[in-house]
Nanobody, 127 residues
């Protein structure tokens, strides 16, 4: 079975940095576009960033451009999200997701385009 496990979340102050990790198993990791989404309390999940299968191209939500960086290490079956200059608005549960098909559509921004999901990791940013 496909399994995605996020880690690295926590409680930080505004302006701090944090790096999230997502370890994948049960799939050929390098064959899948990967993405990060987040869900603030009481709201719907929203797109954060995505990365192509080989890691050569990335795509970001306007709200995180210049602050967040997505990357992957295919040899370790892991995708990362480096978050900098964190703001209280960034508080949410962050989810790792994978697209099942072989298409390299790294620009997918809607949750329904992704087939596999992790359980999420909480990120809380205080003022």
């Amino acid at each position: 079975q496909v399994q995605l496990v996020e880690s690295g979340g926590g409680l930080v102050e505004a302006g701090a940095s944090l790096r999230l990790s997502c370890a994948a198993s049960g799939l050929t990791f390098s064959a899948h576009v990967m993405g990060w989404f987040r869900q603030p309390p009481g709201k719907e999940r929203e797109f954060v960033a995505s990365i192509s299968r080989g890691g050569d191209t990335t795509y970001y939500a306007d709200s995180v451009k210049g602050r967040f960086t997505i990357s992957r290490e295919n040899a370790k079956n892991t995708v990362y999200l480096r978050m900098s200059i964190l703001e209280p608005e960034d508080t949410a549960v962050y989810y790792c997701a994978a697209v099942a098909t072989s298409s390299d559509n790294y620009y997918y921004t809607e949750p329904y385009k992704y087939d596999y999901w992790g359980r999420g990791t909480q990120v809380t940013v205080s003022s």
